[in-house]
């Protein structure tokens, strides 16, 4: 089965500061979807990034980019420039390739973020 | 165009109750999930249904059903009520052409069982 490890629970940094935040994951497949996630105060999940398997080219918005690597099934979250409305907690998520149409998201435990003043 | 929308955004039952839930997905969005929030489980993935056939089902009691319409909006009901089952329960679509696999999320329904 796959499983999504967060390692970090927390972390705090100072705003305009570069933050990494990391997730590794389990599985035997070969194409499938990451996503990085974040749930404020508020408890509005808003997804933050994606990033497809089966392409090299790691993903970026704006602030926001990550480091995927395949082989080390690792999919870390590089947020640049910290603001502090960045504060909530960041979710790693593992979807299946869609091709066997199981559609469901399988979690991390979640990094609580927090950027101070 | 209007996000998901999720109906009520916070519930008080006690044991033994039931409860139904609603989501409006986003306009075009075919599919549908649920996941439970909670604190000790962290997020579990419920159900996901597509043209109003349930495609995935989580490791969910018989108690938590679901189901979809014609229009896509979904409504999930949770019958006998426990306390652990006190929880936000969160809906998501997906669907749009360009990005056919990625869940955009509601603001949540708070369960909360007494």
């Known amino acids: 089965a796959q499983t999504v490890t967060q390692s970090q629970p927390e972390m705090s940094v100072q705003e305009a500061e570069t933050v990494t935040l990391s997730c590794t994951y389990d599985?035997?497949?070969?194409?499938?979807?990451l996503f990085w996630y974040k749930q404020p105060p508020s408890r509005q999940m808003i997804l933050v990034i994606r990033?497809?398997?089966?392409k090299q080219q790691n993903a970026t918005e704006n602030r926001f980019s990550v480091n995927f690597q395949k082989a080390a099934k690792s999919f870390s979250l590089k947020i640049s420039d910290s603001q502090l409305g960045d504060t909530a907690m960041y979710f790693c998520?593992?979807?299946?390739?869609?091709?066997?149409?199981?559609?469901?998201?399988?979690w991390g435990a979640g990094t609580k973020l927090i950027i101070k003043p | 165009k209007a996000g998901v929308t999720q109906t009520p955004r916070y519930l008080i039952k006690t044991r033994g109750q039931q409860v139904t839930l609603s989501c409006s997905p986003i306009?075009?969005?075919?599919?549908v999930s649920w996941y439970q929030q909670t604190p000790g489980q962290g997020l579990q993935f419920l159900f996901e249904?597509?043209?109003?056939?349930?495609?995935n089902k989580g490791n969910f009691p018989g108690r938590f059903s679901g189901r979809q319409f014609s229009n896509s909006r979904s409504e999930m009901n949770v019958s006998t009520l426990e306390l652990g089952d006190s929880a936000l329960y969160l809906c998501?679509?997906?669907?749009?052409?360009?990005?056919?696999?990625?869940?955009?999320f509601g603001p949540g329904t708070r369960l909360l069982v007494l």
């Open positions: 599985t035997s497949e070969n194409n499938y979807y």
């Open positions: 998501a679509s997906s669907g749009s052409r360009e990005l056919k696999e990625t869940q955009y």
């Open positions: 306009s075009g969005h075919r599919s």
């Open positions: 998520a593992f979807m299946h390739d869609m091709t066997d149409s199981n559609y469901q998201l399988i």
């Open positions: 249904y597509f043209s109003e056939t349930q495609r």
């Open positions: 990033q497809e398997a089966y």
